[in-house]
């Protein structure tokens, strides 16, 4: 096309391209062809390049592809920092993964395979979780035969909401008969029942739907005919009215004019500020719910952190504080929390993973030196509501 396009570009009598001619050969030269004379000396007219130009549609595909390759290289980079606690994105890769949405499906789907790291395969299916698109929940489920429990307990939570007809078989499934635990505790089984749970209230719900959308529209139209009828017989009684009130002369009187205030009134009191002063707000807590049950423990690890109480799924909390890595909250309950649902320390206090619990809607201050909470005689706490 190159060639082409240097060939079309030189003119016949061998000058180079952009070349013209010399003036004598311009004059009155004239070209034979098969539809009659073409006057080589006519004057070429070029219009400018302006702003209406369009871009070419092959430069429009390069840039698309340019920028489906960065998305990928983009992708692949989270994916790596996934399980990698040492890279700058660990910490903000599942947020920065979600925020790419389903773009970043595919290569989540192939993160879940058991020849990854499990802990790349956990932060995985908590990502395809929280983007919720249905082409993850073919890997999803089988991720549930994932060697690793913390990866079948993270892939059961993401169930919850992406999964289908089938989540539901293989759910009761591992319900019945898987007896793994978390690193942290938690029992896959007692997830699976949970998202159970969820699963069935939610088809329900949708089964109802248009029922209840129906009703509404029903009911919403009723009470507007009602409304439309009141205003239409209220105005009809007001223009009967007119002209037959007797108008009441006060009202068409000149009103008098207002006093001008006494500027002694207006002087300051001696020892009283003129404006109050501004009292102290108490900030506000940082509250959330429980996603899960879960133990609460007296250090912000598995290792060497007792267990020193336990909460339940729905339980109101307080966040007080978190770790550097912000993997554990230290948190307390709230008004609202499970009869059974207890802290023995001596503050009430304990450290819960964050993976348990709902994000904060706020900054939560970091704890450098965590307080081992074990020992000591459980705070009092007030009474629970369900």
């Known amino acids: 096309m190159e060639d082409q396009d240097t060939r079309a570009d030189t003119p016949a009598n061998g000058t180079g391209p952009g070349q013209y001619p010399p003036a004598a050969e311009r004059a009155?030269?004239?070209?034979?062809?098969?539809?009659?004379?073409?006057?080589?000396?006519?004057?070429?007219?070029?219009?400018?390049?302006?702003?209406?130009?369009?871009?070419?549609?092959?430069?429009?595909?390069?840039?698309?592809?340019?920028?489906?390759?960065?998305?990928?290289?983009?992708?692949?980079?989270?994916?790596a920092a996934l399980g990698d606690t040492a890279n700058p994105l660990h910490q903000g890769a599942v947020d920065d993964l979600v925020a790419l949405g389903p773009a970043a499906v595919p290569a989540l789907n192939e993160a879940l395979s058991p020849n990854r790291p499990w802990l790349v395969a956990y932060r995985a299916a908590e990502a395809l979780g929280q983007i919720g698109d249905g082409r993850a929940a073919g890997p999803l489920l089988e991720a549930l035969h994932h060697p690793n429990s913390n990866v079948r307990w993270s892939a059961v939570r993401a169930l919850a909401v992406v999964g289908d007809a089938r989540a539901l078989l293989e759910l009761r499934r591992v319900a019945r008969e898987d007896r793994g635990k978390t690193s942290w505790g938690e029992p896959v089984a007692g997830a699976a029942r949970s998202a159970l749970n969820h699963m069935q209230s939610q088809n329900m719900l949708l089964r109802g739907a248009d029922l209840i959308k129906t009703a509404v529209a029903c009911v919403l139209m009723l009470v507007a005919l009602i409304v439309a009828w009141k205003v239409i017989g209220d105005?009809?009684?007001?223009?009967?009215?007119?002209?037959?009130?007797?108008?009441?002369?006060?009202?068409?009187?000149?009103?008098?004019?207002?006093?001008?205030?006494?500027?002694?009134?207006?002087?300051?009191?001696?020892?009283?500020?003129?404006?109050?002063?501004?009292?102290?707000?108490?900030l506000a807590q940082l509250v959330g719910t429980v996603r899960a049950a879960a133990n609460v423990r007296a250090l912000p690890e598995v290792a060497n952190g007792a267990v020193i109480g336990r909460i339940s799924e729905g339980d109101e909390i307080v966040f007080l504080a978190s770790t550097a890595d912000g993997q554990w909250y230290r948190i307390r309950l709230g008004?609202?929390?499970?009869?059974?649902?207890?802290?023995?320390?001596?503050?009430?206090?304990?450290?819960?993973?964050?993976?348990?619990?709902?994000?904060?809607?706020?900054?939560?201050?970091?704890?450098?030196?965590?307080?081992?909470?074990?020992?000591?005689?459980?705070?009092?706490?007030?009474?629970?509501?369900?």
């Open 235 to 282: 105005l009809r009684t007001q223009l009967r009215q007119v002209g037959f009130e007797v108008v009441d002369p006060s009202v068409l009187a000149v009103p008098a004019p207002t006093a001008r205030p006494d500027t002694a009134s207006l002087q300051p009191t001696p020892g009283v500020s003129a404006t109050p002063e501004p009292t102290a707000t108490p």
């Open 28 to 79: 009155g030269a004239t070209d034979d062809t098969q539809v009659g004379q073409v006057v080589v000396g006519a004057p070429a007219t070029t219009r400018p390049l302006g702003k209406g130009i369009s871009t070419p549609p092959h430069s429009r595909r390069a840039e698309a592809r340019a920028a489906q390759q960065a998305a990928r290289e983009r992708v692949a980079t989270l994916i």
């Open 335 to 386: 008004t609202r929390y499970a009869a059974s649902s207890k802290i023995n320390s001596a503050n009430g206090e304990g450290w819960v993973n964050r993976s348990l619990l709902s994000q904060p809607g706020g900054t939560v201050p970091v704890d450098d030196t965590p307080a081992d909470f074990s020992g000591g005689t459980p705070a009092s706490s007030p009474t629970p509501t369900p």
